[in-house]
Structures are given as structure tokens and as C-alpha cells.
């Protein structure tokens, strides 16, 4: 893939997501949500990308998945005013109908097109198919990663005004704010297991799955950044002072200092 081509698919992004706008200021700073969103994480794939010292054409690939990973999202919150997948539609395979409807990957050669299809459809299931190799895993766990980079930037922030003044947070809450975490949730992160989001029953477990991601982080400098940008400590801080929660904090921080150390 040409650079050229790139940059036309990005124009093509601006185009396709400015056309959701509308008069709710409500759906649309959710849109506005999901297309910064898009943005950064395309600047985290394109960090990741370098950090693992691929190729021109791999980086590209990678840019292009970064940029289309959430475009169901936009038909989504029009459609169903939420995020919210069991609630509304998977918005992974969305994003692949939005993808062949407008045929917009169709100058991409076929093999690269299927590593695009397959990295955007993996990238918001619990966990990766067992059969994935070569470049279709590389880039797989490369979108999970600059997605999870970028979730973590834009939860911290959102957590910090929505704390100040809960009643002008201007975006979806999908979980009520009670003060407890559910025991399930809290056990499950401090063994490490992974969470599913069915489990979750407050913003106190949301934040719980989302620090317990450090475990299914794939590679080292996401870790590197997570550390570096304190998003760990930030997200602690919004949780109940416990001593349940100072465990988790303990551990999870230890993991992240061990595997950094570990690959330095
Ligand atoms: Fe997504």
C-alpha cells in the first residue's frame, strides 16, 4: 500500500464521519468521542508500529486498522444511542459491513485487505482466536493494544470532569456510579483472570476490567506508555480507598514494573 493511499483513506474517514453529525448535542459528542478516539489511536498504532521496527508497508497496514477499527461505531450511536454491543449490535462486525458497503479497502490488494478484516473484526472479543498466526496475530494484537492505549487516555479523563460535576457529563455512562465493586469483578482482576463485560455491575468494576488489562497487554512498550503516562495511578485514584483495592493496586503495579523489567 502506497502512502498515497493512506492519506486517501484518511480524507475518506473525515468525509464518511462528518456525515453523522447533527442537532443533539448529545449524540454528537459521543460521536466526537469515537472519532478523537480514532485519531489517537492511529497515533498509538503508528508508536507501536515503530517501537517494533516494522516495515513502510506494515506500518501503513497498521495505520489504516488503527483508522477504520471503530467505524461501526458511528452508525451505531445514531442508531441505537449507544456504545453498549449487547445492547445494541457488535460493533466489530458493523464496522465490516460499513467496510464493504461503501467499499472503501477495494484498491487494497486482497491479502492486505484480509489482514485489515480480520484485525478490526478481533479487536473487541474477549480474547484472541487460538488459530491466528503470522502477520493476521501481529496486527490483531497490535489494534488491542493502541485501543486499549488510547481507552485508558480518554477514561482517565472522563472519570476526572465526570467526577467534578456528574450532572454536565456530556457522554454516555453505561454503568451506574454506586461506591462498592462487585466481588466477583474484584476477585477475578487480583487472580489475574480476565473480566467479561457481562460481569460488570458498577463504573467502580468498569474501572476494575480496565486496570486488570495490564495482563492481556501484548507488547512492552504498551506497558512502557501506560507507566509513563501514570494512567495505572490516575484510575486508582477514582477507585473506593479499600483494602481490597490497595491489593489490586499493589499487584497490578508490580506486574507492570516485573514485565517491563523483565524485556528492558
Ligand atoms: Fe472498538
Known amino acids: 500500500m502506497e502512502t498515497e493511499q493512506l492519506e486517501k483513506f484518511k480524507a475518506w474517514f473525515d468525509d464518511y464521519v462528518a456525515g453523522f453529525y447533527g442537532d443533539d448535542p448529545y449524540v454528537n459528542a459521543n460521536l466526537k468521542l469515537k472519532e478523537d478516539h480514532t ?117 482517565t479523563e472522563a472519570y476526572a470532569r465526570y467526577a467534578e460535576n456528574p450532572d454536565e457529563f456530556e457522554l454516555e455512562v453505561e454503568l451506574p456510579d454506586e461506591p462498592y465493586c462487585s466481588p466477583g469483578v474484584l476477585e477475578a482482576v487480583l487472580a489475574g483472570r480476565l473480566v467479561d463485560y457481562s460481569e460488570l455491575r458498577t463504573l467502580n468494576d468498569m474501572k476494575l476490567l480496565q486496570l486488570g488489562w495490564v495482563y492481556n497487554v501484548n507488547f512492552t512498550p504498551t506497558l512502557r506508555r501506560i507507566q509513563k503516562q501514570g494512567f495505572l495511578k490516575t484510575l486508582f485514584g477514582f477507585l473506593p480507598n479499600s483494602e481490597d483495592i490497595e491489593n489490586v493496586k499493589e499487584k497490578i503495579l508490580a506486574y507492570v514494573d516485573f514485565r517491563i523489567e523483565r524485556d528492558a
Open 39 to 155: 485519531r489517537r489511536t492511529c497515533a498509538e498504532m503508528v508508536y507501536l508500529a515503530d517501537e517494533l521496527a516494522l516495515p513502510e508497508n506494515q506500518k501503513r497496514i497498521a495505520e489504516v486498522i488503527a483508522l477504520f477499527h471503530d467505524i461501526g461505531r458511528f452508525t451505531q450511536f445514531v442508531k441505537y444511542r449507544t456504545y453498549n454491543d449487547p445492547r445494541s449490535e457488535n460493533h466489530c462486525l458493523l464496522g465490516l459491513d460499513v467496510l464493504r458497503q461503501t467499499n472503501v479497502l477495494e484498491p487494497v490488494a486482497a491479502e492486505e485487505r484480509e489482514l485489515i478484516e480480520r484485525a478490526i473484526e478481533y479487536h473487541g472479543i474477549r480474547e484472541l482466536p487460538d488459530d491466528l498466526d503470522g502477520q493476521c496475530l501481529l496486527f490483531s494484537k497490535m489494534i488491542r493494544d493502541a485501543d486499549k492505549l488510547d481507552v485508558f487516555y480518554l477514561t
